[in-house]
Each structure stands twice: as structure tokens, then as C-alpha cells.
């Protein structure tokens, strides 16, 4: 949670609307399998859809490479945060 709000206090070449998608989802405390169906909305998901087909037809602009790493930091972030949350999901409590 430090380093997704570090990189939402940061001029971003993301919108703040995807920061704020994400940061009002952890701040509605999800419970557990909230946080495992946590997807990023369809604009979103056409974005890098758009970006990752640049990138793979090698058209990709030097700042669309960097608003690609970011979206695939956040990735990482939501990635370690469904993982920690398996042992809510297979036993109902953190073990």
C-alpha cells in the first residue's frame, strides 16, 4: 500500500481516475474475495490492450513505454496483494 499511494502522490503519466479506481477499491475495505475478483475497469483493459499491441508492433512512443511499466508496477502491486490474501481465502483467517 506505501508504493501505490508514492506513485499516486507522483505526476504520473497515468490518469488519476486509475489511481483513484484503485485506491477507493482498497479504501472500501474489500473483503477477501473482493480483492480476488479485483479487476481494472474496461478502459482500463482497452488501454493496455492498446499499448501491449503497440508495444508488439514495435510503434510504441517513448512515454507510452513509460505509462506501460507503470501499469504493469500497479499490476505487481495488485499481484502481491492477492497474494497475501490466500489465507483468507483458503482458511478464512491469515496463518
Avoid at 16 to 28: E, G, K
Avoid at 63 to 82: A, F, Q, S, T
Wanted: glycine residues 4%; contains cysteine; aromatic residues 8%.
Amino acid at each position: 500500500m506505501p508504493e501505490l499511494l508514492r506513485l499516486c502522490l507522483q505526476p504520473s503519466i497515468i490518469s488519476t481516475q486509475a489511481y483513484r479506481y484503485i485506491l477507493d477499491f482498497l479504501t472500501s475495505q474489500p473483503t477477501p474475495e473482493q480483492v480476488a475478483t479485483f479487476r481494472p475497469t474496461p478502459e482500463m483493459q482497452a488501454r493496455l490492450r492498446y499499448l501491449l499491441a503497440r508495444s508488439h508492433d514495435g510503434t510504441i512512443e517513448p512515454d507510452e513505454v513509460k505509462e506501460l511499466d507503470e501499469y504493469e508496477r500497479i499490476e505487481h502491486l495488485i499481484i502481491l496483494l492477492k497474494a497475501g490474501n490466500l489465507p483468507y481465502l483458503t482458511t478464512g483467517s491469515p496463518s
